[in-house]
């Protein structure tokens, strides 16, 4: 590829996604709104604009004229940057994923994904656990205890549940016989999605993603009820509004990841395949909404057990009874 | 020149880091220091096409410094400063002696132009296969080893920790008063 289109395309992808996915991530606190309420038997926002579309711009609003208040008592520079890491995590982590099939454009071939590295699924994954780093130094530089409760809630989260993650997406890889997410694609458009081989794998992929993104079943690190706000406490305004845009995009993540994976992803690549593809991910957005408005959350010694004596030797057992039937 | 940009900025990054986390008085200052040079230095590794190690550098250390940060919440209040008990002039001299011993053992060779790459980047093979050649073949014997140790060190672990493990910790103290 010449140096000058590789440059436009990557600038051209940097910008979509740092526009486009910051904006639907605005756009799907409105849509977790609607869906919450319609299953509550609720209206939801209405005031602002024709179905309170406009809600998410006053948010927007009042998040940024807010007054932006630092504890005297913290830690001013990681209290400042805590909230920086998630975001830019979650938008570096998406330098992995494909969100789009290959396009052709005026006779050039433009691939919206900016890494096609052999070991992207791990990157994504890792770059999303870094993520994690920010409730932590949140929790740890607030010098509030329900900050720290909340911090340390994270540091166990994240410990169980990256192995989770990691264990449940080996015995897929193990078909593949690869770490690029295209390659997982292309496998699919011969074999089949890959859910119905690896149904176990599924699940435990995405109840492993609710709680990396920290979604209802598993929102242990800013539960109202017990710990006020957790790691979230000190924080107003913007700085407290980057925590979500993170994790709405790694909301996305999730979603894009389980599509590629176990949904068959943008199949062979054409117009048709590209709208599936999106539909697919925004059903998962979907049922991440739908599952906050169905499930009561977990206590964390359930969340350990959960994690240790059911998750863990599922998924090990699910890679050694895929590991013989490669085998053989 | 995109190499070179990018592997000065990342080399004045991880330096700047560790500098902050050796120097730096205070334990959460010290951690996202190191947490931040750890990860700086996964760019290395993409820079060398080395993309599986990178990776797996992010992920490794990620997982480590959480664990590190739990042990520094358990230990200590972050919030205030340590104070250092050996401040001598014979203390600092040895230590930065003994780093530039460590750095000129390490560069020779490379200066003398010894240094050969065993295991070069196969076209058209992923990183992770070949990691894995290299790892199941020549080193097979280091790497169960290392996983001789770790299950060792998991049991130790749970023996430790899993005193009493099938009572009640509230009852127990309970019945003591």
Request: proline share 4%.
């Amino acid at each position: 590829m010449e140096l000058d289109v590789f440059i436009i395309q990557t600038l051209i992808n940097v910008l979509i996604i740092l526009g486009v996915f910051s904006a639907l991530a605005g756009f799907t606190t409105y849509l977790e709104r609607k869906v919450l309420a319609f299953m509550q038997r609720r209206l939801g926002p209405m005031y602002v604009g024709p179905y309170g579309l406009l809600q998410v711009l006053a948010d927007g609003i009042k998040l940024f004229t807010k007054e932006d208040i630092v504890p005297t008592n913290s830690i001013q520079t990681v209290f400042k940057l805590a909230p920086v890491i998630l975001p830019a995590s979650a938008f570096i982590a998406f330098a992995g994923v494909p969100f789009l099939p290959d396009m052709e454009i005026f006779g050039v071939t433009f691939q919206p994904l900016i890494v096609d590295s052999n070991a992207g699924i791990l990157f994504v994954l890792g770059m999303m656990a870094v993520g994690m780093f920010s409730p932590l130094l949140a929790g740890l530089s607030s010098g509030n205890k329900w900050s720290l409760l909340g911090g340390a809630r994270t540091a166990i989260q994240l410990l169980s549940f990256e192995v989770i993650t990691g264990l449940s997406v080996l015995a897929p890889l193990m078909l593949v016989g690869s770490l690029s997410l295209i390659d997982i694609n292309n496998y699919q458009i011969e074999n089949g999605w890959l859910i119905w081989q690896q149904p176990i794998a599924f699940f435990l992929f995405l109840i492993a993603g609710y709680a990396e993104t920290n979604r209802t079943p598993f929102d242990l690190l800013e539960h109202e009820a017990e710990v006020v706000s957790g790691y979230a406490t000190e924080y107003s305004g913007m700085r407290w509004g980057l925590f979500f845009i993170g994790e709405y995009v790694n909301m996305y993540i999730v979603a894009f990841l389980t599509v590629l994976i176990f949904f068959g992803g943008f199949g062979e690549g054409t117009f048709v395949d590209g709208l599936l593809y999106l539909a697919k991910v925004f059903f998962f957005i979907f049922l991440f909404l739908w599952t906050r408005a169905a499930w009561p959350h977990l206590r964390p010694d359930q969340l350990m057990w959960l994690t240790w004596k059911v998750l863990m030797p599922l998924a090990v057992v699910n890679i050694v009874i895929t590991g013989l039937v490669v085998m053989f | 020149m995109f190499e070179t940009i990018a592997f000065y900025t990342f080399s004045f990054l991880t330096i700047l880091a560790f500098a902050i986390t050796v120097t730096t008085k205070n334990v959460l200052y010290a951690m996202s220091s190191l947490a931040g040079g750890m990860i700086i230095i996964s760019g290395m590794f993409f820079l060398l096409n080395a993309d599986f190690l990178g990776v797996v550098q992010i992920i490794v250390y990620t997982g480590a410094v959480i664990a590190l940060y739990a042990f520094a919440m358990i230990f200590f209040d972050s919030t205030k400063d340590i104070v250092e008990t050996k401040t001598g002039k014979t203390f600092f001299i040895l230590t930065v002696l003994s780093s530039v011993m460590l750095v000129l053992i390490l560069t020779i060779p490379m200066a003398s132009g010894q240094v050969e790459a065993l295991y070069p980047i196969h076209e058209g093979v992923g990183n992770a296969q070949d990691v894995g050649m290299v790892l199941f073949t020549k080193y097979l014997v280091p790497f169960e080893v290392a996983a001789v140790m770790l299950l060792v060190a998991m049991i130790g672990g749970i023996i430790m920790a899993g005193k009493k493990m099938d009572k009640n910790l509230t009852e127990i103290k309970e019945n003591e008063e």
